[in-house]
């Protein structure tokens, strides 16, 4: 019993751990407060979900959903490019709510608010994932590929020029350099990665609605990135860890399941705003939120 | 056909007058204090919880509720400048960290809401199901005449409140130019704390109204600041005039546009507007530029 | 080298560029000074594609680059110094220096893979010039923890790195002790003797009047005086324009 929802929690940290890193990259390496960042994990999600139940091999659905969360991320980036600070925050946060809106009403596509049941396991070269062992073994093989890919991106001189851009962007153009293309990608890599982790979430939940991608649920990930600490994976590691596992205290404590919900919504509200507030640098990060 | 066209009208003039409530108190409070106040839907669905508990639960005189629901917002209004955005502002919080701790703080109290109320749908029964008046095959209820008359005289008295009054005078000189009224000798602090007051009350009202026509959900807050912000970018944030003219601009929209679309689309709608004011002209129609300090 | 024609700024109703025309000499440092407000470094934000003008021509060797971007103008071979402090605030001066260098740093998959390494040469090249410049020894210091002389050094040190054919300075010694300036003037000196060009903006007269080969003189968004440091220090309108404001 304890196993089984031991697991469970690893899998939350392992597919919380990819979202938060790819919103680490375009937030914390990049500067670009992108609020809409759960659009992308909710269209990862569906499209998973979606070519899945159509029958799509799951190494194919995984792609798909990820290419198509990067294709979003790229369309993102085209009027977010020219803004900064809150405008760019409220335009992100605007284009999340589209999204969120497409999501409740495309019924054909979606089945809207009824959501869509029965996503299958991930079968892969005739390995079938439905036990939650085999797929916490996937979840980290493809958790750990996701942290090597950008611990390489950003220990990198590319990773450099985004800092770069983040912390001045002028001077940066005035090297020479792209600013423009240089924050795209930054979007396009961290959108594909907020698919992959969806795409994980719909096949290992099984069932996804809407709800689950309103701009309420980036609270927790915003969150992870800052505790962590703006600019480190190893900081957004740990926050992930800590923030998936600490509301769990709660289920110990006794407290009955309809207000868990609420309790854990105002555990991560709160201590977002007292981070930002104490500790905007968060635990591991070497510069403040800004 | 005219009926259906004047029906939709009329819904489009009650959707907008909700709207507009709720942005004219957000946009109060953007226009002097430059940030975007997202918790003001917090304060609205905590003051429509509050109006249940007084009015259903407690079961204390309607009059006297909503009285003291309108003093309940300005008071939470006034707590969560003094308490919550002072300390931030004192930090040198730039937007963006006000913005996301507001967004922050939206959460909070809603799920304060929801904890405290459970996540059912309530309702204020005060007015049972009236019949409608018909005016040319459209049908409108009292109530929502009601509604439409005390959002404009709640707008006129804005007007006159901004126009001829000390403290909107102060308001105004805050909002174009801070250092400058604060050189004249205005107080910008007092000056935020009265637009909290006052926006907040202007929420208190719209909170009330809402709980009557509609009902009182959890993440209503959400919901009406989202319209009521869509609203206020449309006519331009900046101005509380352009706050009024853009949402009731939307209530038109939203009505007149499920006339070609299916009726799950009027979140769309709003949606779709607010990303592409923000994209195209994030001064709205009337012009009033969203600052950028 | 660097030619402008005619540029006409305008910011709401002020004319803060008016009809002003200049051209710049290779392998020279040329000073444009003037009263505050006189548009100086409003011609540097033309100059570098920050702001475009409302009419006029911006020719660099030729070719006109009145309409190109930021980042194109600064690879066509303009590297500036700002006047505030335009540092990577979170980084340390050897990462500031190393992204100075090329733009390979933009090219993704080059980087994943781990084709545009730090390499020898680039390590190399860093320790020389933090090594002229006198600042070795902060090379791993983060850049929001310089001293504000250090800042100018390092900020001057990487537009140097920073592949260019010109130069421009905005206010290189502003607000910096007596030694650096005099570092400041000694780097520049010899700059120009390896055949830099330099176009820098300066208040500080004597640092200017001692350091310049040409200098022009702009007031109210107009060239009012072009000449020799000499001839410069002597002309009526020029001293009129500076003791009238």
């Not at chain 1, 994932?129 to 890919?149: E, G, P, R």
Request: charged residues 15%; hydrophobic residues 50%.
């Amino acid at each position: 019993m304890i196993d089984a929802y031991f697991i469970h929690l690893l899998v939350l940290i392992g597919i919380y751990l990819i979202l938060a890193i790819s919103l680490q990259l375009s937030l914390g390496y990049s500067g670009l407060l992108n609020l809409g960042h759960i659009a992308f994990f909710g269209i990862g999600a569906y499209a998973y979900a979606i070519l899945a139940l159509g029958g799509l091999s799951s190494i194919f659905c995984l792609l798909i959903a990820g290419a198509l969360a990067a294709f979003f991320g790229y369309l993102l980036s085209i009027p977010i490019n020219k803004l900064k600070g809150d405008y760019l925050a409220l335009m992100s946060l605007g284009f999340s709510f589209v999204v969120y809106a497409v999501l409740l009403n495309w019924d054909q596509l979606t089945r809207g608010p009824l959501g869509l049941p029965g996503i299958p396991r991930p079968l892969i070269f005739g390995f079938d994932f439905s036990s939650n062992a085999s797929f916490l073994a996937l979840v980290s093989i493809i958790a750990l590929a996701s942290y090597f890919f950008l611990h390489r991106l950003v220990k990198s001189l590319f990773g450099r020029a985004l800092e770069a851009t983040r912390d001045d962007e002028l001077a940066t153009r005035s090297l020479g350099k792209n600013t423009f293309r240089l924050k795209s990608i930054s979007l396009i890599i961290s959108a594909f990665f907020a698919g992959i982790a969806g795409s994980l979430f719909a096949s290992y939940i099984t069932f996804i609605d809407p709800s689950s991608f309103t701009f309420v649920n980036l609270i927790p990930i915003l969150l992870i990135v800052i505790i962590g600490g703006i600019a480190s994976l190893p900081g957004t590691f740990l926050a992930t860890v800590f923030i998936v596992l600490l509301p769990e205290l709660f289920r110990f404590v006794g407290l009955p399941s309809e207000i868990l919900g609420p309790v854990r919504q105002i555990f991560y509200a709160l201590t977002l705003i007292l981070i930002i507030y104490f500790k905007p640098r968060g635990f591991y990060g070497k510069i403040d939120l800004e | 056909m005219t009926s259906i066209f004047l029906q939709l009208l009329i819904n489009g003039v009650i959707a907008g007058a909700i709207y507009a409530l709720v942005a004219s108190g957000f946009s109060l409070i953007y226009s002097t204090n430059k940030f975007v106040h997202f918790a003001h839907g917090g304060v609205i669905a905590l003051s429509a919880y509050f109006l249940f508990w007084l009015f259903s639960s407690l079961g204390l005189n309607f009059v006297v509720a909503i009285l003291l629901t309108v003093l309940f917002s300005a008071l939470l209004g006034y707590l969560l400048n003094k308490f919550f955005y002072k300390p931030f502002r004192a930090k040198k919080a730039s937007d963006s960290i006000l913005l996301v701790s507001s967004i922050a703080l939206l959460i909070l109290l809603e799920s304060v809401a929801l904890l405290l109320f459970g996540a059912d749908v309530k309702t204020i029964d005060l007015i049972k199901t009236s019949k409608g008046i018909e005016i040319a095959g459209a049908i409108i209820t009292p109530l929502q005449l009601v509604i439409v008359f005390i959002s404009v005289v709640l707008f006129f008295g804005l007007y006159l409140l901004m126009k001829k009054t000390k403290i909107g005078k102060a308001m105004r000189a805050v909002a174009d130019n801070k250092d400058v009224a604060e050189i004249i000798g205005i107080s910008s602090e007092k000056i935020y704390s009265w637009s909290f007051v006052i926006g907040s009350a202007i929420a208190g009202i719209a909170a009330i109204l809402i709980s009557l026509e509609q009902n009182i959900t959890p993440t209503m807050g959400t919901n009406l600041m989202i319209k009521g912000f869509t609203g206020a970018i449309i006519g331009g944030v900046g101005s509380v005039p352009g706050a009024i003219l853009g949402s009731f601009l939307l209530g038109l929209v939203e009505n007149f546009g499920i006339w070609f679309l299916p009726s799950g689309y009027k979140d769309a709608i709003a949606f779709i507007l607010l990303f592409a004011f923000l994209l195209f002209r994030p001064q709205g129609i009337l012009g009033i530029k969203y600052n950028q300090k | 080298m660097l030619k402008i024609e005619n540029l006409i700024k305008h910011f709401g109703g002020v004319k803060a560029v008016n009809a002003c025309s200049f051209e710049i000499e290779k392998g020279k440092i040329t000073a444009l000074i003037g009263p505050n407000g006189s548009g100086k470094t409003t011609i540097f934000n033309l100059i570098s594609g920050i702001i475009k003008p409302d009419q006029g021509k911006i020719f660099f060797n030729g070719k006109d680059i009145t309409n190109f971007s930021v980042d194109k103008i600064s690879n066509f071979g303009i590297s500036r110094v700002f006047q505030q402090s335009r540092l990577f605030k979170n980084l340390t001066v050897k990462e500031n220096l190393l992204l100075a260098i090329d733009n390979e740093d933009t090219k993704l998959w080059k980087n994943i893979f781990g084709l545009n390494k730090i390499t020898k040469e680039k390590k190399e090249k860093v320790n020389e010039i933090l090594k002229e410049f006198g600042i070795l020894e902060i090379e791993n210091k983060t850049a929001s923890n310089l001293s504000f002389g250090q800042k100018r050094l390092v900020e001057l040190a990487r537009t140097v790195l920073n592949p260019h054919k010109l130069l421009m300075l905005d206010e290189p010694v502003a607000g910096v002790n007596p030694k650096i300036r005099q570092d400041i003037a000694k780097l520049l000196i010899k700059l120009k003797n390896k055949g830099e060009t330099i176009l820098l903006i300066e208040h500080d007269m004597i640092f200017t009047l001692g350091l310049a080969d040409d200098i022009i003189v702009l007031d109210t968004g107009k060239v009012i005086a072009v000449g020799k440091p000499n001839e410069i220090k002597n002309n009526r309108l020029v001293l009129e324009s500076y003791l009238g404001n």
